[in-house]
């Protein structure tokens, strides 16, 4: 059996930090994810998918994504139910991530150095949770086995191309 999930796509908000009763840190944010075709209309549609991490992994994707950055997740899919105050039942489908891509610097959204040019660092990758990651700390730089490893140029993605 397989449940694994790779997306990309843009934050439609800032994500929400929290932390249990227990002291875990859990973040909670949206992926706004194209669809590959256009609607009768011409225009393009875009699946909100909410994306569920935790711990460490929490912290650092609250600390540096912000809305509209273009971020890769891969995770698994988690269906969840709960009863609400009238006593029905509502199931919630959504990513439990553990890798974290962070597509674009703050530097490129900010409008800076947009060109490609030689002061842009490279986007960091954030993992966490899980599948032998022991020894890295969840930090992990590009290799040749990363799906969404790039050559550190920036991704030329204008503010219409986002679907919010």
């Known amino acids: 059996m397989l449940n694994r999930v790779i997306l990309i796509g843009r934050l439609t908000r800032d994500p929400e930090l929290r932390y249990t ?9 949206t992926l706004a994810v194209d669809r590959p075709f256009t609607s009768q209309g011409g225009e393009r549609e875009a699946d ?27 995770g698994r899919i988690q269906v969840r139910n709960y009863e609400n105050n009238e006593g029905k039942r509502v199931y919630v489908t959504e990513v439990i991530a553990d890798n974290v891509r962070f597509l674009e610097s703050s530097q490129s959204r900010e409008g800076g150095n947009a060109s490609g040019g030689g002061n842009m660092p490279e986007p960091p990758s954030y993992g966490g949770g899980g599948r032998g990651n022991s020894g890295n700390s969840g930090f992990s730089r590009n290799n040749n086995q990363d799906p969404f490893s790039g050559d550190g140029k920036p991704i030329d993605i204008s503010d219409d191309d986002l679907p919010f």
């Open 21 to 29: 009763p227990a002291g875990v840190a859990v973040t909670q944010f």
């Open 48 to 74: 909100f998918i909410p994306v569920v991490t935790w711990r460490q992994l929490a912290e650092t994707c609250a600390n540096y994504l912000r809305k509209g950055r273009l971020t890769a997740v891969e």
